[in-house]
């Protein structure tokens, strides 16, 4: 969540400041920056978050997350509150900026086809523990693990002559 009362050039400006690492102009320039790589026009430097769309806000928060050069970040439901069409758009951002900055990213999602599109390799998890690991792919087309099996086979198919909720496969877990 975005702080309203703060410009776009103090969120996405924030760590540097407080990092040390930017002020003044330079700050402008690099938000500026940050701001054209995730897609968003500078000229809006000095809005506030409520002037901007779910996506844009979105995109502000990533811009933000990019700051500090990472790594690694780490994207809890990135994706859970947008639309379909504006889920979309920010899963290709964020697969063009992963390949431009060299980025990795751990995803957490319960939205199986947000993770086949957009993850490389995927653990499952069940009661705090994970079940399965390995390539999306495979994890989504044939998993291994009876918690997994019952998880895939509870995403609905957008095909109305395949009613797989027909043939779902339950899971029974064992009594603590």
């Known amino acids: 969540m975005l702080n309203p009362r703060l410009t776009v050039k103090e969120v996405i400006g924030d760590p540097l400041v407080v990092n040390g690492l930017a002020k003044g102009k330079a700050l ?74 060299n980025l990795s990213f751990l995803f957490i999602s319960h939205d199986i086809s947000v993770i086949r599109y957009f993850c490389d390799r995927v653990a499952v998890m069940h009661r705090g523990r994970i079940v399965e690991i390995g390539e999306a792919e495979q994890i989504c087309t044939a998993p291994n693990e009876a918690y997994t099996k019952s998880l895939i086979s509870a995403v609905p198919n957008p095909d109305p002559r395949d009613k797989r909720m027909l043939h779902r496969q339950r899971f029974n877990a064992p009594a603590l």
């Open 28 to 101: 402008e320039a690099r938000v500026g920056e940050l701001m054209r790589l995730v897609g968003l026009d500078p000229m809006m430097i000095e809005r506030y978050p409520h002037a901007f769309s779910g996506g844009q806000r979105q995109r502000i928060g990533i811009a933000r997350a990019l700051a500090l050069d990472p790594k690694i970040i780490i994207a809890d439901e990135a994706t859970s509150a947008l639309d379909v069409s504006i889920r979309s758009q920010i899963l290709d951002l964020l697969l063009d900026i992963r390949k431009r900055l």
